[in-house]
C-alpha cells in the first residue's frame, strides 16, 4: 500500500449520506461507494450533529474545484470525439445513400 488516502468532496459525502437517510442500509451504500461502513456511519454522526458545517474545511473547496475543472476537461475532449465520429459516419451514411443502397466492399472484400 503506498499509505495515501482517498478525499471525497462534500457534495460525495453528502449524496452518501442522503442515500442512507432515504432508507438504504449503510453497509448496502458502503458497498455500492466501495467504502467502509465505519466511514459512512461517521459521516452519518457528522452530517446530523451539524448539517452545515459537517463536511466544510478551509482547502477542500480547491480540491474540488480542481476536480472540477479537470471533469469538465475531460468532458470537452469526449465531446470532440464524438463530435468527430459523428461527422466521419454520417459522410459514410451519405455515401452509402448516394450509391443507391449497393453494397460498398469493406477492408479485404472485392
Not at 461502513?37 to 452545515?52: A, G, M
Not at 463530435?83 to 443507391?100: A, W
Amino acid at each position: 500500500m503506498t499509505g495515501s488516502r482517498r478525499r471525497y468532496g462534500s457534495s460525495f459525502k453528502i449524496d452518501v449520506v442522503r442515500k442512507v437517510e432515504s432508507g438504504l442500509s449503510a453497509a448496502r451504500v458502503a458497498r455500492r461507494y466501495q467504502l467502509s461502513p465505519h466511514l459512512v456511519y461517521k459521516w452519518l454522526r457528522l452530517y446530523r450533529e451539524n448539517p452545515e458545517k459537517a463536511f466544510k474545511r478551509g482547502g477542500s473547496r480547491e480540491f474540488e474545484n480542481l476536480d472540477a475543472e479537470a471533469r469538465i476537461a475531460e468532458l470537452e475532449r469526449k465531446v470532440g470525439s464524438l463530435t468527430m465520429e459523428n461527422g466521419f459516419l454520417k459522410k459514410v451514411l451519405r455515401r452509402l445513400e448516394s450509391n443507391g443502397g449497393a453494397k460498398i466492399p469493406m477492408d479485404g472484400e472485392r
